[in-house]
């Protein structure tokens, strides 16, 4: 039996990877700092199924808080593997608050990678990267070897200087690292920030939604089930080569068109949307889609989920959950 540090663990992607981990007979020892961002009782309603598993131990804690995240490494040498997952998300707010990602995105990822490197036993520190980092990239689709060098936002900038950490530690003390690059992640518990949640929102209220860049937007939207099975299966292959850093996209290698996915929405709640058309937001990009070949290649990862099987389990979740 494997122990595996998770951070993130009240998080969307953290608590169904703790999941998936603990129903394969691992132990989990979950980190989250559970910051009011977005709606703390989901986060604790997450944890709660978790907390009542033997083989899942939580502790409230800041990544970026080194003393005591190094303790816990002290405390706790027998951990195999790291699913760094801790992040301040979200593209809009990083333009409210810059100082919070520089915090959780940058210094939380050095102080992870020095409690990775204090772990000997150590197999593999996966992390989260974001299709983010891609910026206005033209080419298409995002392939993990396309220049990332212009970011559109500062969360972005923060998930490329987390990769080129992850790298640099690699390099530097032999650490094996990959990163990855979710593309929207969407499903059952997921965060109340993200646009389908709020489109759910909206729709059953009536109450007319936002659109921007006037629909012409498109996303490789990733139901959480292909994401967790894409976590688990790099966390068992640790990379070889030299320096032992790898970067893959995770996402379902289809681009949305954003009308499409509201679309199923619609169809899932049977209510039609009022829908606003915008402008185009700063910081947004106008298209994701990955490439995935690598990630087939070297990790066999397939997604399965579309967005007509996806969305509904996604209502009837929120439906359930919300009392609706």
């Known amino acids: 039996m494997a122990t595996i540090l998770v951070t993130g663990a009240a998080g969307f992607i953290g608590a169904a990877v703790s999941h998936a981990l603990l129903a394969r007979g691992d132990s989990v020892i979950g980190i989250d700092n559970l910051n009011a961002y977005y709606d703390v009782a989901l986060k604790e309603a997450r944890l709660t199924p978790l907390k009542a598993q033997k083989n899942f131990r939580f502790h409230k804690i800041d990544i970026a808080d080194r003393d ?11 951990i195999d593997g790291i699913v760094h997952l801790a992040a301040q998300a979200g593209v809009r707010y990083s333009l409210t608050d810059p100082y919070a990602y520089v915090t959780s995105n940058v210094m939380g ?5 020095e409690l990775a490197r204090a772990l000997k036993g150590l197999k593999h520190f996966v992390y989260a990267s974001s299709s983010s980092v891609y910026g206005d990239n033209t080419k298409s689709p995002f392939a993990a070897d396309d220049p990332v060098e212009q970011p559109n936002s500062l969360y972005a900038a923060t998930k490329r200087a987390g990769e080129l950490f992850g790298y640099t530690y690699a390099h530097l003390y032999g650490l094996p690292a990959t990163g990855l690059r979710f593309f ?5 518990w997921g965060r109340p920030d993200m646009a389908y949640f709020l489109f759910t929102r909206a729709i059953i209220a009536g109450e007319t939604m936002r659109v921007y860049n006037h629909g012409e937007m498109w996303r490789d939207f990733t139901y959480i089930d292909d994401i967790v099975d894409g976590v688990i299966r790099t966390l068992d292959r640790p990379p070889s080569g030299t320096p032992p850093h790898a970067v893959y996209n995770l996402g379902n290698h289809r681009s949305e068109k954003l009308t499409d996915f509201i679309a199923e929405i619609e169809r899932a709640l049977q209510r ?7 402008p185009i937001q700063p910081g947004d990009v106008p298209r994701t889609y990955a490439d995935i070949e690598a990630s087939r290649r070297d990790l066999g990862f397939e997604p399965t989920t579309p967005i007509s099987v996806g969305i509904p389990k996604f209502v009837d979740w929120y439906k359930g959950y919300y009392g609706v």
């Open 68 to 78: 005591t995240m190094l303790k816990l490494a002290a405390d706790n040498p027998q």
């Open 184 to 188: 929207t992640v969407y499903g059952p």
């Open 272 to 278: 039609k949307a009022v829908v606003s058309l915008e």
């Open 109 to 113: 990822q050095v102080v992870m990678l």
